[in-house]
Nanobody, 123 residues
Framework: QVQLVESGGGLVQAGGSLRLSCAAS????????MGWFRQAPGKEREIVAS????????YYADSVKGRFTISRDNAKNTVYLQMVSLKPEDTAVYYC????????????????WGQGTQVTVSS
């Protein structure tokens, strides 16, 4: 099992940037696929980005392609989400997630979740 703690959320103006971090406990972080999800008020949770165990393969939602970058540092047990050119519609609670699947696809299931961090983008 793995525990996930997100940080880095906050209030930013449209066009600004934020970097989210997700620190994972445990010694097997490098065995998990990792993902970032978000949920805006009144909307379903949606996947934002995901990354495989070695950080070689990534997927992005169409709405964030070219603006968000997911990365991971297995030595630090941390996954990041760099967000630039933020828009008001990016406002949501952002969740980090870990999956035990050995491979990453667009439909990979995630098994463990953090508590979330709020990102608010003002217009």
């Amino acid at each position: 099992q793995v525990q996930l703690v997100e940080s880095g959320g906050g209030l930013v103006q449209a066009g600004g940037s934020l970097r989210l971090s997700c620190a994972a406990s445990g010694r097997t972080f490098s065995s998990y696929v990792m993902g970032w999800f978000r949920q805006a008020p009144g909307k379903e949770r949606e996947i934002v980005a995901s990354i495989n165990q070695r950080g070689v393969h990534t997927y992005y939602a169409d709405s964030v392609k070219g603006r968000f970058t997911i990365s991971r540092d297995n030595a630090k047990n941390t996954v990041y989400l760099q967000m630039v050119s933020l828009k008001p519609e990016d406002t949501a609670v952002y969740y980090c997630a870990a999956g035990v699947s050995p491979i990453l696809t667009r439909t990979t299931k995630f098994d463990y979740w953090g508590q979330g961090t709020q990102v608010t983008v003002s217009s």
